[in-house]
């Protein structure tokens, strides 16, 4: 529930918005930037302020998600140069072993290059550091949101074997974790490699199963992302639809990716 999300950080930021710098100020508009980049509101000047709160007051974690914030907000502006400050974020959590901010920005990374410079390879080094970063961490969370976009990119890059063991690893954790934002993704993944084997029932139930999930993921690009995948493979109910962005090896299409975090 954004709408939600952002009553709530205003109602912070009013408390704070007016009071002299300091620690509670600084994690208050850290918060806010990084939901405000999310919801593709990223606002430059709110956000240096609060990088330099964070530098100041906030510690080592929250100027390294301050850091990420503000490279994120830049990368997704169009400026390549955003990704120095999350490298700089990245590098501060693996110096301080903060494992939370060290998933986000490989995570972050790891959609960036691959969706918006077609850069499969090196995206998918990233997804897979992200993963070992969640394993460290112990958070079942965490590591599905890794582990989601890990199977996008090893579907884009064609390790078909990998993706598929990786799939069923992620749907094993679902009755321990339940449904979760990157269940479509996987889902269109895994349809696309059924298919291509041969399995058109269980290419057309991951279909289905994947759209049934898409307003789970409160993720304007869910449904388009099965769709896309269903496309490709030539899925029933699909023929419609048009495929946009980068191509893969192959022709394959690039995943329509997770946005970053």
């Known amino acids: 529930r954004s709408d939600l999300s952002f009553f709530h950080l205003q109602r912070g930021f009013d408390l704070v918005r007016n009071a002299p710098p300091s620690p509670s100020k600084a994690r208050v508009l850290t918060q806010l ?16 302020e ?9 510690g080592a974690e929250l100027h390294a998600h301050a850091l990420i914030t503000v490279g994120t907000g830049r990368f997704k502006g169009g400026d390549p140069a955003g990704r120095e400050e999350i490298e700089q974020g990245l590098e501060i959590a693996l110096r301080e072993n903060l494992l939370g901010p060290a998933v986000r920005a490989y995570s972050n990374l790891a959609s960036l290059i691959g969706g918006g410079e077609a850069r499969l390879d090196e995206a998918l080094r990233f997804a ?46 679902s009755d321990s974790f339940g449904p979760h934002y990157q269940d479509c993704a996987v889902f269109g993944a895994r349809a696309l490699i059924r298919l291509g084997r041969g399995d058109l029932e269980g290419a057309l139930a991951d279909q289905a199963e994947g759209l049934a999930a898409a307003p789970a993921c409160a993720w304007v690009g869910a449904s388009k992302l099965v769709l896309n995948h269903s496309r490709t493979a030539g899925l029933n109910g ?16 690039l995943p329509h990716l997770a946005p970053p975090r």
Do not use: H, I
Not at 33 to 48: F, K, V, W
Not at 162 to 171: G, I, P, S, T, V
Not at 241 to 248: C, D, I, N, P, V
């Open 33 to 48: 930037t990084r939901y405000r980049m999310l919801a593709d509101d990223y606002d430059p000047e709110q956000s240096r």
């Open 50 to 58: 609060a990088l330099e709160l964070a530098r100041s007051f906030g």
């Open 128 to 173: 897979v550091e992200a993963e070992r970063a969640a394993e460290r961490l112990g958070s079942g969370d965490q590591l599905r949101w890794a582990l989601g976009n890990k199977v996008e990119y090893l579907v884009a890059v064609g390790e078909w074997n990998e993706c598929a063991r990786d799939a069923e690893d992620y749907f094993a954790g």
């Open 238 to 253: 699909a023929s419609g639809l048009t495929s946009s962005g980068y191509r893969g090896r192959a022709g394959r299409p």
